[in-house]
């Protein structure tokens, strides 16, 4: 089992930045990736961005790239979205997931993560 705990959520001024922190605990050495996921009222869970546990390669949905950075604290298990740019469609709540090894569904779908943090909301206000 892996546990995952979100962190860094709150409001900023469109234009502004925002960290948010993805704390693992447990068996997060049978992980295939940790991904960002966020979701807004109304819509379906949309992927942000994820990274390979074992080599730290990461790839972004093309709504935040270039403006969104994925990096890690192998020290600290700890997984890091680093938010530049931010607009007010960005405003979301913001899910890190870990998948295991196995899944045949792309790694950019909800139904590859085994694992879910709680959430951390941000609001970007125009």
């Known amino acids: 089992q892996v546990q995952l705990v979100e962190s860094g959520g709150g409001l900023v001024q469109a234009g502004g930045s925002l960290t948010l922190s993805c704390a693992a605990s447990?068996?997060?050495?049978?992980?295939?990736?940790l991904g960002w996921f966020r979701q807004s009222p109304g819509k379906e869970r949309e992927f942000v961005g994820t990274l390979d546990w074992s080599d730290g390669s990461t790839s972004y949905s093309d709504s935040v790239k270039g403006r969104f950075t994925i990096s890690k604290d192998n020290a600290k298990n700890t997984m890091y979205l680093q938010m530049n740019s931010l607009r007010p469609e960005d405003t979301a709540v913001y899910y890190c997931a870990g998948a295991e090894w196995g899944s045949s569904w792309s790694i950019t779908s909800p139904r590859a993560y085994d694992y879910w943090g709680q959430g951390t909301r941000v609001t970007v206000s125009s």
């Open positions: 447990g068996r997060t050495g049978s992980s295939r990736a």
